[in-house]
């Protein structure tokens, strides 16, 4: 089950976006081994209506340990994803629709936030996951960082903006997909409208 939800998400965290490192299962005791956890989002959810939706698939969700760093540090600058979330409801299924993507919008800084559509559904998940949390704010600020360079380079030639869009979503060889990919599509979404 874990090796099919890790296929699925092209081995990314389906809270966070980073790179799981691997499809065995996370240890609780000590999560710097990686691996990743399986969530069931509809029996977690606020408004689950009752349904016994544990099996369905589209409610497995892979996501990884959220733990950065060691017990002294306060919940906010130590966990994110499942780990910082406890039993705080979720407000939209990052695997269910709309698109994760159509959600969440990012700033060149790293951070991510809700978008106009469904803004308190993703607001909910911004904040029961931390995903702002100052690692995932760096890492994704780097990943848009490295595409701005590589499009500076080019002279941010439409052909190239497009090449790279199609790019930051598509899965390599081994079907997996680039860590943080949604930043990196949504920064190059904004500079292809912006080129019109
Ligand atoms: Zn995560």
Same mark, same amino acid.
């Given at each position: 089950?874990?090796?099919?939800?890790? &296929? %699925?998400?092209?081995?990314?965290?389906?809270?966070?976006?980073?790179?799981?490192?691997?499809?065995?299962?996370?240890?609780?005791?000590?999560?710097?081994?990686?691996?990743?956890? /399986? %969530?069931?989002?509809?029996?977690?959810?606020?408004?689950?209506?009752?349904?016994?939706?544990?099996? $369905?698939?589209?409610?497995?969700?892979?996501?990884?340990?959220? $733990?950065?760093?060691?017990? &002294?540090?306060?919940?906010?600058?130590?966990?994110?994803?499942?780990?910082?979330?406890?039993?705080?409801?979720?407000?939209?299924?990052? *695997?269910?629709?709309?698109?994760?993507?159509?959600?969440?919008?990012?700033?060149n *800084?790293?951070? /991510?936030?809700?978008?106009?559509? #469904?803004?308190?559904?993703?607001?909910?998940? /911004?904040?029961?996951?931390?995903?702002?949390?100052? &690692?995932?704010?760096?890492?994704r600020?780097a990943v848009i960082e490295r595409t701005r360079k590589i499009l500076k380079?080019?002279?941010?030639?439409? *052909?190239v903006l497009?090449?790279y869009r199609?790019l930051a979503? #598509? &899965? $390599?060889?081994?079907?997996?997909?680039q860590?943080f990919c949604?930043a990196i599509a949504y920064y190059l979404?904004?500079k /292809?409208? #912006? $080129?019109?």
């Amino acid at each position: 089950m874990r090796e099919s939800t890790f &296929r %699925e998400q092209g081995g990314l965290c389906a809270y966070c976006m980073s790179k799981l490192s691997g499809s065995v299962a996370a240890d609780d005791q000590d999560p710097a081994a990686g691996g990743m956890k /399986i %969530e069931h989002f509809a029996a977690r959810h606020a408004q689950n209506t009752g349904r016994n939706r544990m099996f $369905d698939w589209q409610n497995l969700l892979g996501v990884c340990p959220g $733990d950065t760093a060691g017990p &002294r540090r306060p919940k906010e600058a130590r966990f994110h994803c499942d780990n910082y979330r406890g039993n705080a409801p979720l407000g939209a299924n990052p *695997a269910g629709p709309p698109p994760a993507s159509e959600l969440f919008r990012y700033t060149n *800084a790293g951070e /991510i936030r809700a978008s106009q559509l #469904a803004s308190s559904a993703a607001q909910l998940n /911004i904040d029961a996951l931390n995903l702002n949390h100052p &690692r995932l704010k760096s890492n994704r600020k780097a990943v848009i960082e490295r595409t701005r360079k590589i499009l500076k380079k080019h002279g941010w030639k439409r *052909a190239v903006l497009e090449k790279y869009r199609r790019l930051a979503t #598509a &899965r $390599d060889q081994d079907g997996c997909l680039q860590e943080f990919c949604g930043a990196i599509a949504y920064y190059l979404d904004k500079k /292809i409208r #912006a $080129d019109v």
